[in-house]
């Protein structure tokens, strides 16, 4: 029997700030919602997505390789599926999982999962039979895709046309986002058989992929479509604040490295949304079903550095309202899914280094139900404001793509040491600091910015790193 851990009464938090300061005063004329709060799982680790069968049945799977089952109440406690060739790393392992459109018919489910070949990481999309609660017959769909411990994807799912869409990062290689002749920082789309559609934007150029759908990303880790307009959503992450959230075009270049936050440049996509300071986006559903009326249609987006799950409220593609639910109740919450129910469910993902401090008890799948209870939580308002400018110096720079690591004053954080001082393990000297930005320390989770930003920027970079670290 099912434990109700938690009554909550959560006044929903609202409107998130576009740009990168806010103000917070109280929220009194806000429309109460209540909720209970269902653990369904524990002790688990990240678990990555979450997906329902037709028979109601839940699927989730746990980054380092388990696929789970979840039935009548009860998890099932052996795996139906261990993935032998894992490689789970910081942020690697068993990513997305989505069942077929047509699964009563055929019973695929699909998943990616990050491995290890030639002493490097890749990332493949794997075709599974679901048969008497295993998964069997493994076909790879593609694979050889270039992975990092971070950014590396990988969200799938199914759009209206039948087509699987699936989500990679830059694998800490920024200027990857640009070449259509790599896979990362994309926006993938191929038919249920791996094969490439007919009508993808670049099938007949022989210089880049063709199962492109988009790119210029980042690292998207949230897919889902408008259940009217069929419109494509996605939600990716930013630098240094610069989340994003866009809308999905076909043959579209979104601009990372090039452009970000609200810059903006010919032939690159601008964000629809954008949040600074940094909520960390995950996955993001539509709002389908009828038990929370004043949520249908609203998008829905699973936050990680925020802790968060932001609802967003629009009307023919514009926004009306944003409002926040769970605000630190849960920690990092990485999936949310509307049940056949139409309750919500969600995963947390706070056995998550670095970002995390990986103490048990792990990770939970959650179920939120309505309720006429209430009991008295602060509620808060967050007032956005317009678009901001900005100059595009080093401090600047520096701010919007290292600062996250190193900290503003390169006082580092809780999992990068400080380099005040000059305290430079990879060499304190100018030419040593140029040769760092410029190719990154991937294993370590440093990008490489050569060919992403110019070689004055780089430049200006380390001689802004120089002077800072006396200061």
Known sequence: MIKTKYLIYLAFISAFAFASSFTAKNNKDE?????????????????????????RTMLFTERPGQVRLYRNG???????????????????????????????KNHFIYIAHNYGKNNRLWLRVVRYEFKNDTLIHPKTLIEQIPAARNHTGCRLIFGPD?????????????????????????????????????????VKNDTAHKEIWSYGHRNPQGLTFEPVSKQFYATEHGPTGGDEVNIIEKGA??????????????????????YTPSIGPSEATF?????????????????????????????????????VLLKKQYGRIRS????????????????????????????????????????NQIAQTITSNNKTTTT?????????????????K???????????GGKFKHGADKQSIINNISNGIIDKGMPAWNGAISKKDIESLADYMLRVKNE
Request: charged letters at 20%; hydrophobic letters at 35%; proline letters at 7%.
């Open 31 to 55: 429309t109460n919602v209540f909720f209970k709060i269902d653990t369904l799982a524990s002790n688990l680790t990240v678990p990555w997505q979450i997906t329902f069968l037709p028979d």
């Open 74 to 104: 009860k998890l099932k406690e052996k795996p139906i599926l261990s993935v032998n060739d894992i490689k789970a790393e910081t942020k690697t392992g068993l990513l997305g999982m989505v069942i077929h459109p047509a699964f009563n």
């Open 162 to 202: 039948q087509k699987l869409y699936i989500s990679t990062g830059d694998a800490d290689q920024p200027i990857l986002a640009q070449d259509l002749k790599t896979y990362n920082g994309k926006i993938l789309r191929i038919n249920d058989d791996g094969s490439i559609p007919a009508d993808n934007p670049f």
């Open 253 to 274: 270049n979104y601009g990372w490295p090039v452009i970000h936050h609200q810059e903006s440049k010919a032939g690159m996509k601008t964000p629809f949304l954008e």
């Open 287 to 323: 709002y389908k079903g009828n038990t929370f009326p004043q949520s249908k249609n609203n998008l829905l987006i699973a936050c990680l550095r925020d802790e968060s799950v932001l609802r967003i409220e629009m009307d023919k593609g514009k926004v009306l309202k944003q409002e």
């Open 336 to 375: 949310i899914v509307v049940g056949p129910d139409g309750y919500l469910y969600i995963s947390t993902s706070n056995f998550d280094m670095p970002e995390s401090k990986g103490e048990r008890p792990y990770d939970m799948i959650l179920r939120l139900r309505p309720s006429t209870t209430k009991n």
């Open 392 to 408: 595009a110096g080093p401090a600047m720079m520096f701010k919007q793509l290292c600062a996250s690591c190193h900290g503003d």
């Open 410 to 420: 390169l006082q580092g954080s809780a999992t990068v040491y400080s380099l005040v």
